[in-house]
Structures are given as C-alpha cells and as structure tokens.
C-alpha cells in the first residue's frame, strides 16, 4: 500500500510538472503569437428569435500554435491577463474585428454590431478609448456597430474610473453589454450607474432552466433589463426548450450552439449565406 502511495504521488508529481512546463511554454510563445499572426478571431452569431434574424456577433479568440495545435481561450487568456499581453491582444482584436465588419458590410454580406470581450487589465492600461477611435476611424466604422463585453469584475475592479471610461466610449455612440451577468458579486447595487445597453444571461442558468430556481433567476433578470431599460440577450442556448422557456419571458435574443457555433470568418460568411434563406 505504501508503494501504491508513493506512486500516486509520483504521478500528481508528473502531473503538475507537465502542466507547469506547457503553462511556461505557452508563456513564452504567446509573446511571439501576435507578431507570428497565430491569433485567429471566430465569431458566433446573435439572433433575434422574434424576427428571425442575426442582430450581432461576438468576437471570440483563438491561438492556432504552431507546435501544439489550436488553444481555447480559457488556456491562453488568463495567462494573456497575467502577462499584460492582453492590452495588445485587444488592441488587435479591436482592429481586426472593425476590418472585418467594414468589408461585411462593403460587400453587403452583413450589417450588424460585432462585440469584444474586455479584461480588467484592458482598462487598467487607459488605453482602451484611444485603440477604439482609432480602430473606428481606420476602417470607417459607426460607433454603433463595435461593442465592448465587460464584465462585473471590471466594474468592481474601480467602479468609478470604469463609469468614466464608459462614458466616453458611450459618447463616441459605442455599445457596452454586461457579460455573463448574475454570476458576480455586488453588482447589482450599481448596475443602474452603468452607462450600458444590454445585459447578457450568464450560460450558466441557460443550461439549468429547466429548474424553477434557476428560471427565476432567468426571469429577474429579465424584469430588471426591462426595468433600467437595457436589452437582454441569453447566451449558451442550445435547445428548443430553452428557446420556448426564453421567449415565453420575453428575451429575443439568443446565442448559442443551437443557432450557431463561433466560427472563423469563411465559415460564418457561409453560415450567413445559409440563414439568410
Ligand atoms: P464568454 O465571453 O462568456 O464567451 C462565451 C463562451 O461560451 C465561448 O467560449 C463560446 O464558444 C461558448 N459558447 C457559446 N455558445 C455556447 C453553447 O451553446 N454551449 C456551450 N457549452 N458553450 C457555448 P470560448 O470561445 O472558449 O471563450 C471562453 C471565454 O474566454 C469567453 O467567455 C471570454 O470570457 C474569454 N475570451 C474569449 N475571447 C476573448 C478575447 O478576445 N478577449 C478576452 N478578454 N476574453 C476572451
Ligand atoms: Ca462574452
Ligand atoms: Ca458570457
Ligand atoms: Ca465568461
């Protein structure tokens, strides 16, 4: 029995060791990933399921490394996050993601708001409105089709310099949404002080709405969107459950599996092509 330990604990060993050693790696390449062009954007449709339509898009990060294949966000950004990469990798993603739109909307593909997801870090740096009015003057973008995703931890990080912040990314014309909502702590006191246009239902009481718990939760959510004027949009759908449960308390928009993977920007011009008919 005591070798059987002494083995176990071998492997937890190994274990953590390997994870250490890729977490180093991916460290290092990461600084590398931006200038090597390895960040890839895919986009995951928002629908409108009242008028049967996509309303948006949402920007979501991927690292195709070279060596080790394609990375998920959950992998690289915390590490992005700790680096300070993340400023520059936003800088990008914003850029990126206004090109993209513009030649969208040239080519009379799609016209529709695409969203960015922001870190704490990003507003941390003060750099945030600048990379906005620069990316929007470089590819002649309107204010109304960029929006930001914050989250509550970036509201909670310095409450009042992000209302500041906010304010002015707001008097540009920009859209701000409040991501994964319910899922902090405390924000709810200064919600209304916020100077954003939508609350997004955290994916997470989307897959338990078939509880009558989590279903109140959905619908005072829904009550309080309603209430401060914000629009509500429901993310991680994947069934028609859902959907009928999510219409019946009249959130029309939705995102998620069901609708729409998020895709790179090929497959999401042939996903288009197909929704539109
Ligand atoms: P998020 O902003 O909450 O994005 C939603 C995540 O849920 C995405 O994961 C998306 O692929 C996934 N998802 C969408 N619909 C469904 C569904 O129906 N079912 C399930 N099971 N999942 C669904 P992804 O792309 O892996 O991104 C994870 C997180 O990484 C994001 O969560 C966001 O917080 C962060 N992230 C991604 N890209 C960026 C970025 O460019 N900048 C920053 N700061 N964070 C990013
Ligand atoms: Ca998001
Ligand atoms: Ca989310
Ligand atoms: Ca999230």
């Known amino acids: 029995a005591k070798e059987a330990g002494k083995n176990q604990y ?3 060993d190994e274990e953590t060791d390997r994870l250490l050693v890729r977490k ?6 990461l600084r590398k990933a931006l200038i ?11 629908w409108d399921a009242e008028s049967n339509c996509v309303s948006g898009m949402e920007a979501l ?6 060596q080790l294949g394609t990375i998920m966000p959950i992998e690289f ?4 996050e700790e680096t300070g990469l993340i400023v520059a990798m936003t800088r990008w993603m914003i850029r990126e993601v206004c090109k993209q739109n513009a030649e969208w909307q040239l080519h009379n593909l799609v016209h529709v708001c695409v969203s960015v997801n922001m870190s704490v870090r990003v ?3 003060g750099e ?15 204010p109304g089709d960029l929006e930001l995703e914050i989250t509550e931890s970036i509201a909670m990080y310095d409450l009042k310099d992000t209302i500041q912040q906010l304010r002015k990314l707001k008097e540009l014309g920009v859209r701000v949404s409040m991501d994964d909502f319910g899922t902090g702590y405390s924000s709810l006191g200064s919600l209304d002080e916020l100077p954003i246009d939508a609350l997004k239902i955290d994916q997470n009481f989307i897959r338990q709405s078939g509880l009558p718990s989590k279903q109140a939760i959905i619908s005072t959510i829904i009550t309080i969107a309603n209430l401060l004027n914000l629009e509500v949009i429901a993310e991680g759908v994947e ?3 859902q959907i009928g449960f999510l219409k019946s308390r009249g959130c029309r928009v939705m995102q998620g599996y069901y609708y729409g993977k998020p895709m790179d920007a090929k497959a999401v011009e042939a996903w288009l092509l197909h929704a539109a008919n």
């Open 123 to 125: 507003f941390e740096s």
């Open 36 to 46: 090597n062009e390895e960040l890839v954007i895919y986009y995951q449709p928002k």
């Open 24 to 29: 180093l790696e991916l460290e290092r390449d």
């Open 77 to 80: 950004i915390p590490i992005a």
């Open 10 to 12: 071998q492997f937890f």
């Open 239 to 241: 069934t028609e459950e």
């Open 128 to 142: 945030l409105t600048e990379m906005v009015v620069e990316a929007l003057k470089a590819f002649a973008i309107k």
């Open 61 to 66: 990060m991927r690292w195709h490394h070279p």
